[in-house]
């Protein structure tokens, strides 16, 4: 069992940085692929970025790579996306979650945490 609890979201100009955190708890952590979805209103859930349990492989959606980081800290059950040149279609529910083998689709993450507002303005 992993629960996750995501923080860091709030409200951000265009062109801005955030850092969006996800702990972990579960001593199983290091095991699991971590992934970053997000959801707009009124469209679905949509893949933003994956790691590995080790975290040398990382992969990101088209629309933010260059402009966004996933890493992780397994000592301190973490999992943390850096977002900069922040945009308003960017405006989302961000959502970590965590999965057996690193993946795109939602369906193959178990676990999830409960979302994080990250909301940019023009």
């Known amino acids: 069992q992993v629960q996750l609890v995501e923080s860091g979201g709030g409200l951000v100009q265009a062109g801005g940085s955030r850092r969006l955190s996800c702990a972990a708890s579960?001593?199983?952590?290091?095991?699991?692929?971590m992934g970053w979805f997000r959801q707009a209103p009124g469209k679905d859930r949509e893949f933003v970025a994956t790691?590995?349990?080790?975290?040398?492989?990382?992969y990101y959606a088209d629309s933010v790579k260059g402009r966004f980081t996933i890493s992780r800290d397994n000592a301190k059950n973490m999992v943390y996306l850096q977002m900069n040149s922040l945009k308003p279609e960017d405006t989302a529910v961000y959502y970590c979650?965590?999965?057996?083998?690193?993946?795109?689709?939602?369906?193959?993450?178990?676990?999830w945490g409960q979302g994080t507002q990250v909301t940019v303005s023009s």
């Open positions: 979650a965590a999965a057996r083998v690193s993946a795109r689709d939602s369906a193959s993450y178990d676990y």
């Open positions: 579960g001593r199983t952590f290091g095991n699991y692929a």
């Open positions: 790691i590995s349990w080790s975290g040398y492989s990382t």
